[in-house]
């Protein structure tokens, strides 16, 4: 058996747990009216995922919970189970049974679980449409709408018929692909719309990937003339730099030796020779004393020595005086001017003379005074008179004689320590000129040294700017020597990598940046561009798989309807004894209708009657079609069970054997349960269930097997 069980928890009337077993091909159901056994074939219909209320005979999902009795407290949800045998893999499952659940709660949600684990609606149908139960409830027909498949309008019938030839399957395949199918070419459409979109930035990559690869090549050049330039300029900056400390170690040398020399000459200052002016002031203010003293003892001895002469030669008085006046005014006059003058000793020798000549004439002068004045006195004390003032006078001119010279002694000096003071200064000034030529040529070299130090930091400068812009690459040269030429060659090397440099630099740094983000773009474009291919190959293959679902379909359908029509009339001859009845395509009403998409009508022929369409058939025609149209469906491809709810009400007791009989012949197939009336429809069947409905409102259950009240019976 397919079908094992049915679970009813709080569903309608079935307020308490009431549980159905089919172990048997045929369950009949039976019950007094409105003792709840139509809500059997409901809960079949809502646990399989009925989505019509109104089809569950209620307006809002909380109709389908029990609302209570007086002794009984209402639900709070409404569940059902249907329990399938899967050991023959009915459903693609791995499951050796299948238990399908669902619930409403009183707030209308609702709940769906396959084998206890929770699922979409969605899950449920596609389980279900691999096992050949549909959402059209072909196979539970309901009190009332025994004739809804042919009520309904062709499209719909069509889908039943669909259904019930197990094309639903192939349906949803088709639905799914044609979904995948949108999905595909929506995302096909994004994806073209992202290459669209990152198109430009690979553009624009592209073309700074261009000038990286340009800066690389320019760097690369670069990269050589730096080697270059920094090999022969650190040679070049060493070589100076030698040349000119050499060149400074002399002159600063040299320096030191003049400043040692230049203290320790003495200090240059004007030169102090006050005092030997002070000790000349101080003797010549001696030598005019003492010359007033010679002067006077001078012209007294003139005056003893003119009386004595005067006397022993017997000259006149005023003939000696006359004389001797003259002589001594000259002596006098010479005496003073050679005092005035400074002489030293060639002036002393005329005054000298002067007085040897004085001398001659002084004393017959005297001598003369005396025989004049006094020529009644000895001249005795004249005589000694004479020798005393003599020897005063001597030694006044001696001393005369000694000043003058501590004079002439002290002028020498004094003009030793000029000049000896004016040595000095002309030495300093001569080291003070080499000192000044000198210290211009250091400062020169200094200067030098300066210009070096700054060219020295512009190339250690240059070293870093090439490290950053270029990497170790460019600083690694070999040394090398000078070469033999001119700067400005060296200098227009340098202008030449400032140039490349700014060019370097215009193309763009961060070109590592730009290379990986180039090369991810890139690679997402390429991704995006497979991702296009792989997608339109689905979309294609998708095509390929709608077009054969559409061909299995129609191919599939027309077979199913051509073996439908045959089961059809032959079950409709059996019922109405005569007649024929088939299946045949609507009229499309649509141009692009498809072939798929065309309706199915049905065409009758009752014996002995005129009839050729449906709106002509009474109540009992109708009933009998129907059930035939049924039976035949189900015929072609049987349905796992298959649940007819007082189908044959209308029948009378001919047809209700020939129901009875057809009944039969399809529980072969597929597992029935009836709910029914008609005591020949209960004689089929295995296994009978009566519901009733006591006095709290609660549906309740009892079953009992025909073999076994056949034994009681007996």
């Given at each position: 058996?397919?079908?094992?069980?049915?679970?009813?928890?709080?569903?309608?009337?079935?307020?308490?747990?009431?549980?159905?077993?089919?172990?048997?091909?045929?369950?009949?159901?039976?019950?007094?009216?409105?003792?709840?056994?139509?809500?059997?074939?409901?809960?079949f219909?809502?646990?399989?995922?009925?989505?019509s209320?109104?089809?569950?005979?209620?307006?809002?999902?909380?109709?389908?919970i029990?609302?209570?009795?007086a002794q009984?407290?209402?639900?709070?949800?409404?569940?059902?189970?249907?329990?399938?045998?899967?050991?023959?893999?009915?459903?693609?499952?791995?499951?050796?049974?299948?238990?399908?659940?669902?619930t409403?709660?009183?707030?209308?949600v609702?709940?769906?679980?396959?084998?206890?684990?929770?699922?979409?609606?969605?899950?449920?149908?596609?389980?279900?449409?691999?096992?050949?139960?549909?959402?059209?409830?072909?196979?539970?027909?309901?009190?009332?709408?025994?004739?809804?498949?042919?009520?309904?309008?062709?499209?719909e019938?069509?889908?039943?018929?669909?259904?019930?030839?197990?094309?639903?399957?192939?349906?949803?395949?088709?639905?799914?692909?044609?979904?995948?199918?949108?999905?595909?070419?929506?995302?096909?459409?994004?994806?073209e719309?992202?290459?669209?979109?990152?198109?430009p930035?690979?553009?624009?990559?592209?073309?700074?990937?261009?000038?990286?690869e340009r800066?690389?090549?320019?760097?690369?050049?670069?990269?050589?003339?730096?080697?270059?330039?920094?090999?022969?300029?650190?040679?070049?900056?060493?070589?100076?730099?030698?040349?000119?400390?050499?060149?400074?170690?002399?002159?600063?040398k040299?320096?030191?030796?003049?400043?040692?020399?230049?203290?320790?000459?003495?200090?240059?200052?004007?030169?102090?020779?006050?005092?030997?002016?002070?000790?000349?002031?101080?003797?010549?203010?001696?030598?005019?004393?003492?010359?007033?003293?010679?002067?006077?003892?001078?012209?007294?001895?003139?005056?003893?020595?003119?009386?004595?002469?005067?006397?022993?030669?017997?000259?006149?008085?005023?003939?000696?005086?006359?004389?001797?006046?003259?002589t001594?005014?000259?002596?006098?006059?010479?005496?003073?001017?050679?005092?005035?003058?400074?002489?030293?000793?060639?002036?002393?020798?005329?005054?000298?003379?002067?007085?040897?000549?004085?001398?001659?004439?002084?004393?017959?002068?005297?001598?003369?005074?005396?025989?004049?004045?006094?020529?009644?006195?000895?001249?005795?004390?004249?005589?000694?008179?004479?020798?005393?003032?003599?020897?005063?006078?001597?030694?006044?001119?001696?001393?005369?004689?000694?000043?003058?010279?501590?004079?002439?002694?002290?002028?020498?000096?004094?003009?030793?320590?000029?000049?000896?003071?004016?040595?000095?200064?002309?030495?300093?000034?001569?080291?003070?000129?080499?000192?000044?030529?000198?210290?211009?040529?250091?400062?020169?070299?200094?200067?030098?040294?300066?210009?070096?130090?700054?060219?020295?930091?512009?190339?250690?400068?240059?070293?870093?700017?090439?490290?950053?812009?270029?990497?170790?690459?460019?600083?690694?040269?070999?040394?090398?020597?000078?070469?033999?030429?001119?700067?400005?060659?060296?200098?227009?090397?340098?202008?030449?990598?400032?140039r490349?440099?700014?060019?370097?630099?215009?193309?763009?740094g961060?070109?590592?940046?730009?290379?990986?983000?180039?090369?991810?773009?890139?690679?997402?474009?390429?991704?995006?561009?497979?991702?296009?291919?792989?997608?339109?190959?689905?979309?294609?293959?998708?095509?390929?798989?709608?077009?054969?679902?559409?061909?299995?379909?129609?191919s599939?359908?027309n077979?199913?309807?051509?073996?439908?029509?045959?089961?059809?009339?032959?079950?409709?001859?059996?019922?109405?004894?005569?007649?024929?009845a088939?299946?045949?395509?609507?009229?499309?009403?649509?141009?692009?209708?498809?072939?798929?998409?065309?309706?199915?009508?049905?065409?009758?022929?009752?014996?002995?009657?005129?009839?050729?369409?449906?709106?002509?058939?009474?109540?009992?025609?109708?009933?009998?079609?129907?059930?035939?149209?049924?039976?035949?469906?189900?015929?072609?491809?049987?349905?796992?069970f298959?649940?007819?709810?007082e189908?044959?009400?209308?029948?009378?007791?001919?047809?209700?054997?020939?129901?009875?009989?057809?009944?039969?012949?399809?529980?072969?197939?597929s597992?029935?349960?009836?709910?029914?009336?008609?005591?020949?429809?209960?004689?089929?069947?295995?296994?009978?269930?009566?519901?009733?409905?006591?006095?709290?409102?609660?549906?309740?259950?009892?079953?009992?097997?025909?073999?076994?009240?056949?034994?009681?019976?007996?």
């Amino acid at each position: 058996m397919q079908l094992k069980a049915l679970e009813l928890t709080g569903f309608k009337s079935f307020g308490k747990k009431t549980t159905l077993s089919f172990t048997k091909p045929i369950t009949s159901i039976v019950g007094p009216n409105g003792s709840g056994k139509s809500n059997v074939a409901e809960a079949f219909r809502f646990a399989l995922g009925e989505q019509s209320i109104k089809s569950l005979r209620g307006k809002r999902g909380e109709d389908l919970i029990f609302s209570g009795s007086a002794q009984t407290p209402r639900s709070n949800k409404a569940s059902v189970k249907v329990t399938f045998d899967n050991s023959n893999k009915l459903f693609n499952v791995d499951f050796p049974e299948v238990t399908i659940e669902r619930t409403v709660f009183r707030d209308g949600v609702n709940e769906y679980s396959i084998n206890g684990s929770k699922v979409r609606l969605k899950d449920v149908h596609e389980l279900l449409a691999h096992a050949n139960i549909g959402q059209t409830g072909h196979h539970i027909i309901s009190q009332g709408e025994a004739d809804r498949i042919l009520s309904s309008n062709a499209k719909e019938r069509r889908s039943m018929i669909e259904e019930a030839l197990g094309l639903r399957v192939y349906k949803y395949k088709k639905e799914e692909a044609q979904k995948k199918l949108a999905k595909t070419e929506e995302n096909i459409g994004n994806v073209e719309s992202l290459r669209k979109e990152i198109a430009p930035h690979l553009r624009f990559l592209k073309k700074q990937v261009d000038k990286v690869e340009r800066a690389k090549e320019l760097k690369d050049e670069l990269v050589g003339e730096y080697q270059e330039y920094f090999a022969l300029e650190e040679a070049w900056l060493k070589e100076e730099e030698g040349k000119n400390k050499d060149a400074l170690n002399e002159p600063e040398k040299r320096l030191e030796e003049i400043e040692k020399e230049i203290q320790d000459l003495p200090e240059d200052s004007p030169v102090d020779t006050s005092d030997f002016d002070t000790k000349v002031q101080e003797n010549e203010f001696k030598l005019r004393d003492l010359e007033d003293e010679s002067q006077n003892a001078f012209q007294k001895l003139s005056r003893i020595e003119g009386a004595l002469e005067l006397t022993k030669k017997n000259q006149s008085t005023e003939e000696k005086v006359s004389i001797h006046a003259d002589t001594f005014s000259e002596f006098r006059n010479n005496v003073l001017k050679a005092g005035e003058e400074g002489e030293r000793a060639d002036s002393f020798g005329d005054m000298r003379k002067a007085f040897d000549g004085l001398l001659n004439v002084v004393r017959p002068f005297v001598d003369a005074y005396k025989t004049a004045e006094v020529e009644t006195e000895d001249t005795t004390e004249l005589e000694e008179e004479h020798a005393q003032l003599k020897e005063e006078y001597e030694k006044a001119r001696s001393s005369v004689q000694e000043i003058r010279t501590s004079i002439s002694e002290l002028r020498t000096k004094r003009e030793e320590v000029r000049n000896k003071t004016q040595e000095g200064q002309i030495k300093r000034l001569a080291l003070t000129a080499e000192q000044a030529k000198l210290i211009a040529l250091t400062t020169s070299h200094k200067e030098r040294a300066e210009r070096l130090r700054v060219e020295r930091e512009e190339f250690e400068r240059e070293h870093r700017e090439a490290l950053a812009l270029i990497g170790e690459e460019a600083v690694r040269y070999e040394k090398t020597k000078v070469r033999d030429e001119a700067r400005s060659v060296q200098e227009e090397r340098k202008r030449n990598i400032q140039r490349m440099k700014i060019r370097v630099e215009e193309l763009g740094g961060g070109g590592e940046e730009v290379m990986k983000e180039f090369s991810e773009v890139q690679q997402r474009e390429e991704f995006l561009g497979n991702e296009v291919e792989d997608l339109q190959t689905s979309a294609e293959a998708l095509k390929e798989l709608i077009v054969e679902l559409e061909k299995e379909l129609t191919s599939t359908f027309n077979e199913g309807l051509v073996a439908i029509n045959t089961a059809f009339n032959e079950f409709f001859v059996t019922m109405f004894g005569g007649g024929s009845a088939r299946l045949v395509a609507a009229d499309a009403k649509d141009e692009e209708e498809g072939v798929e998409d065309i309706g199915i009508d049905v065409s009758v022929s009752v014996p002995g009657k005129r009839v050729k369409g449906l709106m002509a058939l009474s109540g009992g025609e109708r009933a009998l079609t129907s059930i035939a149209l049924i039976f035949a469906m189900s015929q072609v491809n049987p349905p796992p069970f298959l649940i007819l709810d007082e189908t044959d009400a209308a029948l009378d007791e001919a047809n209700s054997k020939r129901y009875a009989d057809m009944i039969e012949n399809l529980a072969k197939r597929s597992q029935l349960i009836l709910i029914t009336h008609n005591r020949e429809t209960m004689s089929r069947a295995g296994v009978l269930y009566g519901v009733t409905m006591m006095g709290d409102g609660i549906s309740k259950l009892l079953s009992i097997q025909f073999e076994e009240a056949v034994q009681v019976a007996k």
